[in-house]
């Protein structure tokens, strides 16, 4: 069983406070089995200018299987959306649920988000437009309909993550504290549930919500708050895009291009042929290029490229002069064809070599390493896979536990060692170095949390991953089942070669500035 942690997040409910304290109460008195050593974690995050914080105290006291805390913000950062982050970094609990503080969120129906929690789900959503669901607690048409027409602006924005859910805009959820990465959250407005879901890949579940009328306190619901979501919901999307691969290359390549037709028409200007301006200008650009691609587009996978950054440097000018001189008669013809300017000309031609440039870089400059060794060895690695060596035995394969999974090792000699790593669901290695040891990493059945130096990524199944001496590097996985990767090193594999940078085999608890104070219990 997991500890259960509430998230109310507040801002002068005072009136609902003894009253939502009475129901949850009542809730947990007749589920006794969702309690953890008796009680479960109730923390008011508060932005309240009124006397909300001593009525949280207050209601403490009455309180038979909760522990009532409240952690008053003196500044809202963030707004509610803040306040629910804060209290996720604060949570004791395994398993959490947000809700309102102003009681349109029955407490009665916080057993049915727990109870849809199964091991496959990341978050449960309690919805208002499933059967069985209702949004008449809405305050009249208007709400209704701006309600409606929001939750449809953000699944057409992200129609992927959000088109399990039919109401992401609703404050009441349930989630997985391990399988959320709070990193990725930048909190604002009202509506945390959207920027979980958008931020990342979460498998979620529904109940139905009948959305109940406002009992005493006022809406919080303005044209204001309607502006912070509409440039909540950009933002989301911003950050989404920033992060596409292809997104960044097209940024560096528009850069690029914009550069290079500054140059040029300052070239024809000064009275330069418009061909000798266009190759000045490509040649001009082509380093800068280079440049932002390896620290903006492809800096992951330049660390495990087959490649050096000097031989990636090398293709990228013999692949990019090769363009230029396809290009340029391309260029002559056309003007002449066509009548156009060769400015026009030019950044049409640069538009259209996008593929051809991104094509080439990912595959060619940016290829991966591959793990290669000696047939006789490579028949050690996975000997239940392959045509195991008549010289290994079980006896010769090493397992051994440890807190995040196991490792069974294959091959052991003073040059190389192949080992098959399992990492339990929600579990992740020390963050560590080897000082004389590289490592060659392969996903093999389900995406892997991998860190290497200060990038961090999820990687996907056949990925490899190079990790070369000195390197920290992390490997974790936050899934629902058990991962492996096939791990081939070579170097020193002592134990003093080892560095561990830190032991935190489980999620770490990290409350930030917040601070809950515990409540008297009666």
């Known amino acids: 069983m997991h500890a259960l942690t509430l998230i109310i997040p507040s801002f002068n409910e005072a009136e609902n406070v003894q009253p939502m304290i009475d129901r949850l109460d009542a809730v947990f008195e007749q589920r006794p089995d969702l309690l953890v050593r008796g009680r479960v974690q109730v923390l008011y995050v508060d932005d309240s200018?009124?006397?909300?914080?001593?009525?949280?105290?207050?209601?403490?006291?009455?309180?038979?299987?909760?522990?009532?805390?409240?952690?008053?913000?003196?500044?809202?950062?963030?707004?509610?959306?803040?306040?629910?982050?804060?209290?996720?970094?604060a949570a004791r609990g395994d398993v959490v649920v947000v809700m309102d503080a102003d009681l349109q969120h029955p407490p009665e129906t916080v057993p049915s988000l727990i109870d849809a929690l199964g091991e496959h789900v990341d978050v449960v959503v309690a919805s208002r437009y499933l059967d069985g669901g209702s949004s008449d607690g809405l305050e009249g048409s208007w709400r209704t309909l701006v309600s409606r027409s929001s939750t449809y602006a953000?699944?057409?924005?992200?129609?992927?993550?959000?088109?399990?859910?039919?109401?992401?805009?609703?404050?009441?959820?349930?989630?997985?504290?391990?399988?959320?990465?709070?990193?990725r959250l930048h909190p604002r407005g009202f509506k945390i549930l959207l920027e979980i879901l958008a931020s990342q890949p979460l498998r979620v579940a529904q109940v139905p919500l009948a959305f109940a009328e406002r009992l005493a306190g006022e809406s919080k619901a303005s044209l204001r708050n309607g502006l912070i979501y509409a440039r909540q919901l950009a933002a989301l999307r911003a950050r989404a895009w920033i992060t596409s691969r292809v997104l960044r290359f097209a940024a560096v390549g528009t850069l690029g291009a914009a550069v290079n037709l500054a140059v040029m028409a300052a070239l024809l200007m000064l009275g330069v042929h418009y061909v000798a301006a266009s190759i000045i200008s490509a040649?001009?650009?082509?380093?800068?290029?280079?440049?932002?691609?390896?620290?903006?587009?492809?800096?992951?996978?330049?660390?495990?490229s087959i490649a050096s950054p000097r031989s990636r440097l090398a293709g990228w000018l013999a692949f990019t002069n090769a363009e230029l001189v396809c290009r340029t008669p391309l260029l002559v013809a056309l003007v002449s064809l066509t009548g156009l300017s060769s400015l026009t000309v030019q950044g049409l031609l640069l538009a259209l070599g996008f593929g051809v440039r991104f094509l080439f870089s990912r595959h060619l400059l940016y290829r991966l390493a591959k793990v290669r060794l000696p047939r006789p060895r490579a028949e050690l690695v996975l000997p239940h896979l392959s045509h195991p060596s008549a010289d290994l035995t079980v006896e010769d394969i090493l397992v051994s536990a440890r807190p995040w999974g196991q490792f069974e090792q294959f091959c052991l000699n003073e040059q190389v060692t192949v080992k098959l790593i399992t990492v339990q669901p929600g579990s992740r290695l020390s963050l560590q170095t080897h000082v004389h040891r590289e490592e060659f990493w392969q996903v093999l059945d389900v995406p892997l949390d991998i860190t290497v130096g200060d990038t961090s990524w999820t990687a996907a199944v056949g990925e490899r991953v190079l990790i070369k001496a000195g390197e920290a590097h992390r490997l974790g996985n936050s899934g629902a089942r058990p991962g492996r990767i096939l791990e081939l090193a070579r170097g020193h594999f002592d134990e003093a070669d080892i560095v561990r940078l830190h032991d935190d085999y489980t999620r770490a608890s990290h409350v930030g500035a917040l601070r809950a104070t515990p409540l008297a219990q009666p």
């Open 49 to 89: 200018t009124d006397d909300t914080p001593d009525r949280v105290a207050a209601a403490a006291r009455t309180a038979a299987t909760l522990d009532v805390q409240v952690a008053h913000r003196p500044v809202a950062t963030g707004g509610l959306a803040g306040a629910v982050a804060a209290g996720l970094l």
């Open 154 to 183: 953000a699944k057409l924005v992200f129609p992927g993550r959000l088109g399990a859910c039919s109401d992401p805009m609703t404050g009441f959820f349930a989630l997985r504290l391990e399988r959320v990465d709070l990193s």
């Open 283 to 304: 040649e001009v650009t082509i380093l800068g290029n280079f440049a932002l691609q390896e620290r903006v587009v492809f800096h992951d996978l330049a660390r495990a």
